[in-house]
């Protein structure tokens, strides 16, 4: 699916890697932050999860809306203009961001 020209199908391969090496991502939570083995398989879990509700619902979230006015014509118009990802580090830790923007092509 494209989504005002961003390729959703990336979210759900997003949700299909995370569920495939879920004990995996599991584990390195637990090395890395510390987490207890149940608390780092639900929080992979959750991530994939959140990518698919995404995937599934963002062409929802960024239809544009007409609104009633006795203007003309108004509506709220959105643009997908890439993913945001943030790594979080531990709270003694300074946190890292990183962005992932789209290519000039995708636009």
């Not at 879920?22 to 207890?36: C, F, N, P, Q, Y």
């Not at 698919?52 to 709220?76: Q, V």
Request: charged share 30%.
């Amino acid at each position: 699916m494209r989504l005002l020209g961003w390729n959703t199908s990336a979210l759900d391969q997003l949700a299909g890697l995370v569920e495939e090496r879920a004990e995996e991502l599991a584990r390195i939570l637990v090395k890395e932050m510390g987490k207890r083995i149940s608390e780092a398989r639900a929080e992979v879990q959750i991530t994939a999860a959140i990518a698919r509700y995404y995937a599934e619902n963002g062409e929802k979230f960024l239809a544009s809306h007409k609104l009633d006015t006795s203007k003309g014509d108004t509506w709220i118009e959105y643009h997908a203009l890439g993913v945001i990802v943030a790594v979080e580090q531990p709270d003694d830790v300074d946190i890292n961001e990183i962005v992932l923007r789209p290519t000039a092509q995708e636009f």
